[in-house]
């Protein structure tokens, strides 16, 4: 990711615009100065496998490669200019792994350029992105639509497409990006999927954070595009952590996310510890962390469990 | 709709009365001076085409009207002693047009009147309403329970009911209505449902509303009885006007409401671009638009949108 | 339930530590004043009829005592050191008939001690407990995860084990409870499954308590284990009584919660008379009862009502 500035009137005066009616919200104005923020992301072909393990741990059923693994394709994070694949830091949350697909990162205020290109040569299938949670014109909403939606909700093998965001004070939180061309089920449902996260104007950062998007695969109902407890994301924290938890889904299914010993504060002052999220629904959870020990994280719809919807929260005292 | 007024003390005379058990609270009391809001619907016979350009414009499907079209029973509006049906207002959403029912609209601190008439005389069913979000007493709760309930509940072919709401301070939001009796869940699988729109006190009208009611008819998947984007409503605004989207569902399944391009902000102050809505649950959202272009509004689990829950919503400029 | 005092600092002072991680939160902690509760529960072998009258009311179906009854296993209270099973008393809403188990009780600031033993000895299955809402260490999480999860989580035939729980300024409300051993989705299938209710520090008790809890059972769709109106709890309040409604679930499903005749206050402030609730999810309704007449209750997902998931709620006046 790379960041710049451009020139002109502050944030403000651009949103004191927008309200007017005079500029419309969340166009990118190259002429304001605003921080930009750019990301590189294609549509590429992978291998996964579901299951690397192989087993459920806790049901005690082996599987075979064959039955886990599937050629696939998801998004991917590249240098500027498409240079190279970004290596995967597996110490990051939704990193570069392929399922999610990279992580794009903002705050309230920044611009976002998201240069999209769709290396799914070989099954020939046209790709896009559209964006939650973030502002901006139609050109950049990634939709299909005949008669109606642009290049950018159709982009074919091999073609290249920039799609500009904005992050208005009402775009802070987790929220989901996607395949919205007319591949969109097929492509979701093999992994083309990540999450946006986008911090206040001066909201601090956490220490930990953690990417949980539920979706199905191969039949298994995944966490990150793994299922089973040893394969989903083992996430790390400390007591005295600022804990994020970004939870977000997509596919046909409505979700329980619950985590063992914690709970949590709702935006309306309720106590909280496990919250319903449906397809493209997501929420973000803080919290500092005080209760050491192996915790699971869980989907708690009982079948979505049983078939990989499950993972260990590992916190260490200081 | 007729409107008139009946003497007495005050909606907070009778609101305090109601609170000190002396008056049962949504007891439609004639005696009062408060606004009466009074309709005449009737469950009418109608054949209904749920695809009527026989079209799945995205996924480039094509139906034969028999397999789209049926013969059902819906909620029609009447003149005042059933003179005639009222004609249906194309640009009003929700209005005369069958699936749904006419909405019914009201102010906190209004009585509603409604007389039902069950012309559903060649299938010989039983009908009747049941309203969500007002106060009433149990003669006007049209729901059968055997030994409990009254002839609200189970309204014969030919016969007629009055059902005697109030428009309480808990009242004001958008709510759904919908047979109960006997013969619930296939008439509500037929379309016998609708809205209650109701304003606060004070509250501004908005200068667009849009009836959002997801249920599915003959295995589709429906908004307002209609499936796939051109069947479904189009709905219009303006840069600049106050919108507002009621959005409703009934059914065996749990929806997820998302917007392109817009994000609105939940009663705890969150920002919102999908949401969970499930079988009788209702909300409303408002926000002022200020993003033009050719949006999709669309069911977000992706199974339901593949057959049919997807809509176009259009912003011009002022 | 028995309930005793142990000396030492408060609970604020205990608080301020577990702020400071010196005290793990949640910890007992034997040497600090805070009340203690001490529960006695089992796993026992019951015979379980989901439609004792063997009868669908509204629906008129009719069925045999063989296709509604079956053995299964359920959580059951105790006197002090397993003297004898505590009776039953009717009036009590998820007292100790079995499904739900027995209602859990606590104030914020008490310590909760569970003492538990497995008595389901015919079918040699291990069982647990696993409580949501309240704070607790690793070993009394009462999960099974293998290479991790300690004694508490996998209890065998004939043996016992003692929960530890501290209920928290956060564990205000309404929360299951249920088992999480390696035999969890059966069990939980089979009827184990129950409520924890704490109250507030100052908070006034409910004149009326009712626990809702939905799940299935033998393919009906279940209220407190039992289907159709008749067989579900007939819950009763007065006009002025302070009425509390503990939602909850468990299993595969989402369901939404409705009360005919009747609105409540989110915790945002919003009003409400239908609410989803998936597996696991719960939440605390209260009203100042104020409509008298025989109302239902009732799940207003249709297939789920139409599988008996519907009670009465009879209110009558002072």
Same mark, same amino acid.
Request: charged share 20%; hydrophobic share 35%; with cysteine.
């Given at each position: 990711m790379t960041k710049a500035s451009v020139r002109g009137p502050g944030v403000l005066a651009l949103l004191a615009l927008a309200l007017l009616g005079l500029v419309p919200a969340g166009a990118p104005a190259s002429s304001f100065r605003r921080p930009v923020r750019t990301y590189w992301i294609a549509a590429v072909p992978v291998r996964w496998n579901v299951v690397p393990n192989e087993h459920d741990a806790i049901n005690h059923v082996e599987?075979?490669?064959?039955?886990?693994? &599937?050629?696939?394709?998801?998004?991917?994070a590249f240098t500027p200019g498409w240079g190279h694949e970004l290596p995967n830091r597996p110490t990051v949350s939704g990193d570069n792994d392929g399922i999610p697909g990279p992580t794009i990162r903002a705050r309230v205020g920044d611009e976002l350029v998201i240069h999209f290109r769709n290396? *799914?040569?070989?099954? %020939?299938?046209?790709?896009?992105?559209? &964006?939650?949670?973030?502002?901006?014109?139609?050109?950049?909403?990634?939709? &299909?639509?005949?008669?109606?939606?642009?290049?950018?909700a159709n982009v074919k093998p091999g073609d290249s497409f920039t799609y500009r965001l904005f992050a208005g004070p009402d775009s802070a939180g987790s929220w989901p990006y996607h395949d919205?061309?007319?591949? +969109?089920?097929?492509?979701?449902? %093999?992994? +083309?999927?990540?999450? =946006?996260?986008i911090l206040g104007k001066h909201e601090r950062k956490p220490d930990r954070e953690f990417v949980v998007f539920f979706e199905s695969q191969l039949g298994f109902m995944t966490i990150d595009g793994r299922a089973f407890v040893g394969n989903?994301?083992? &996430?790390?924290?400390?007591?005295?952590? =600022?804990?994020?938890? *970004?939870? =977000?889904? =997509?596919?046909?299914?409505?979700?329980?996310?619950?985590?063992?010993?914690?709970?949590?504060?709702a935006a309306d002052g309720s106590s909280v510890d496990t919250k319903t999220v449906g397809p493209a629904e997501s929420f973000r959870i803080?919290?500092?962390? *005080?209760?050491? %020990?192996?915790?699971?994280?869980?989907?708690h719809v009982e079948g979505h469990m049983e078939r990989g919807m499950i993972g260990l929260y590992r916190v260490s005292r200081r």
């Open positions: 599987f075979k490669a064959e039955q886990t693994t &599937f050629e696939t394709v998801v998004y991917k290396l *799914d040569i070989e099954t %020939g299938r046209a790709h896009s992105m559209h &964006f939650h949670g973030v502002h901006y014109r139609p050109g950049s909403d990634g939709a &299909f639509v005949p008669g109606f939606s642009g290049p950018g919205h061309s007319p591949s +969109m089920v097929d492509s979701i449902g %093999g992994g +083309m999927y990540g999450a =946006l996260s989903t994301p083992v &996430f790390h924290a400390r007591v005295g952590d =600022l804990v994020q938890w *970004d939870v =977000l889904a =997509l596919g046909d299914d409505h979700h329980t996310f619950h985590v063992h010993g914690h709970r949590w504060r803080r919290w500092r962390e *005080d209760a050491p %020990g192996d915790w699971l994280y869980h989907c």
